[in-house]
């Protein structure tokens, strides 16, 4: 089955700097990556997703790369603000709508004043 | 107000007794699912449904039963099987052609 490797598991960066995260996929098969930010006691919510036929997507300070070739993808912040601290997650799914997404270990992300 | 409702929000057991954990979704979603978030481990799998009277086993279902008798509700119970209950359980849903997956709030078991 799928598995997915993401890296680093905690983060520091300064106000205003940016963030990388990264994460690696096994299954050449899957198509439709997407990124959810987990807040302190609360549930992961979509932030942003790429699906294969795309390299790179953006949305104001966050974007994501796809490498298919590499099977990685990455997130990243700019412009990071104290909002930005949480815990981000990878994930990855064979075909849009396909019921199971495997996610990676996570990232907790804390962004220093 | 739409959403996706699970309760309650801690919930403490003794050891070798059933508990269900509760999903509600008034987002008239098909798909729901049942996810395990350990430290260090991301969330794992349990049990998925894509539409009601039918559901299947995720990646770690042993100790684990649920039910999907209504589109809204999507139950979990982890019985006496389950060997390292505590832990913090993610209900989701997701709307059928659709790739965005909607979580609850999360409930943190604690077995005693």
């Known amino acids: 089955g799928e598995n997915v490797e993401q890296h680093p598991s905690t983060l520091s960066v300064q106000e205003g700097d940016s963030a990388v995260i990264k994460c690696t996929y096994s299954?050449?098969?899957?198509?439709?990556f997407p990124w959810y930010k987990q807040e302190l006691g609360k549930g992961p919510q979509l932030i942003i997703d790429?699906?294969?036929?795309?390299g790179e997507k953006k949305d104001q300070r966050i974007a994501v790369t796809l490498n298919k070739t590499a099977k990685h993808f990455s997130l990243h912040i700019t412009e990071t603000q104290p909002e930005d601290s949480a815990v981000y997650f990878c994930?990855?799914?064979?075909?849009?709508?396909?019921?199971?997404?495997?996610f990676g270990t996570g990232t907790r992300l804390t962004i220093i004043p | 107000d739409g959403g996706i409702t699970q309760s309650p929000k801690y919930l403490f057991r003794k050891e070798g007794q059933n508990v269900t954990l509760s999903c509600e979704q008034n987002?008239?979603?098909?798909?729901m699912y049942w996810y395990r978030q350990d430290p260090g481990q991301g969330l794992r799998l349990i049990y998925y449904?894509?539409?009601?009277?039918?559901?299947q086993k995720g990646d770690i279902a042993e100790g684990y039963s649920v039910s999907r008798e209504k589109k809204e509700s999507f139950p979990l119970t982890v019985t006496s099987a389950q060997k390292n209950p505590t832990a913090f359980y993610l209900c989701?849903?997701?709307?059928?052609?659709?790739?965005?997956?909607?979580f609850g709030q999360g409930t943190r078991l604690t077995v005693v």
């Open positions: 790429i699906r294969s036929n795309v």
């Open positions: 449904s894509q539409i009601v009277n039918d559901f």
């Open positions: 989701a849903s997701r709307l059928q052609g659709s790739t965005e997956a909607f």
């Open positions: 299954d050449s098969a899957s198509n439709y």
């Open positions: 987002l008239n979603h098909d798909a």
């Open positions: 994930a990855a799914s064979k075909g849009f709508g396909n019921e199971k997404l495997t």
